[in-house]
């Protein structure tokens, strides 16, 4: 049974600001994918409550290291907390929305 998102909750993050990081491993067709993917979402559930940076691991490998990435493409979602860490091509609409707090947890089939 899914986990259900408490009023209380839902309204706390309805005017909320959401700070993302995606990481990246150049320009792969994967990496494309999951750009594509997070900023279909985050326009359709986020517009314009959100900032998300991209970062390619082979232009900035300290900021991976520092952020201890070990694949990629990773989104960690810093703001609000709780801090949030997703890995994959961010595909699964459901599953992405239950990562950021914007939906119950898709039941498991």
């Not at 609409?93 to 898709?106: F, H, M, N, Y």
Request: hydrophobic fraction near 40%; glycine fraction near 4%; charge should be positive.
């Amino acid at each position: 049974m899914p986990i259900q998102l408490s009023r209380k909750r839902r309204a706390i993050l309805k005017g909320k600001r959401y700070v993302l990081r995606l990481y990246t491993s150049g320009s792969t067709p994967r990496s494309a994918s999951a750009i594509r993917n997070l900023k279909r979402i985050c326009e359709a559930r986020l517009h314009g409550r959100y900032q998300l940076a991209v970062i390619d691991i082979y232009q900035q490998p300290l900021l991976a290291q520092d952020a201890q990435i070990i694949a990629t493409p990773t989104l960690i979602k810093e703001e609000p907390a709780p801090r949030r860490v997703l890995v994959g091509d961010f595909s699964r609409d459901d599953r992405v929305l239950a990562g950021l707090s914007l939906a119950p947890l898709p039941a498991v089939s």
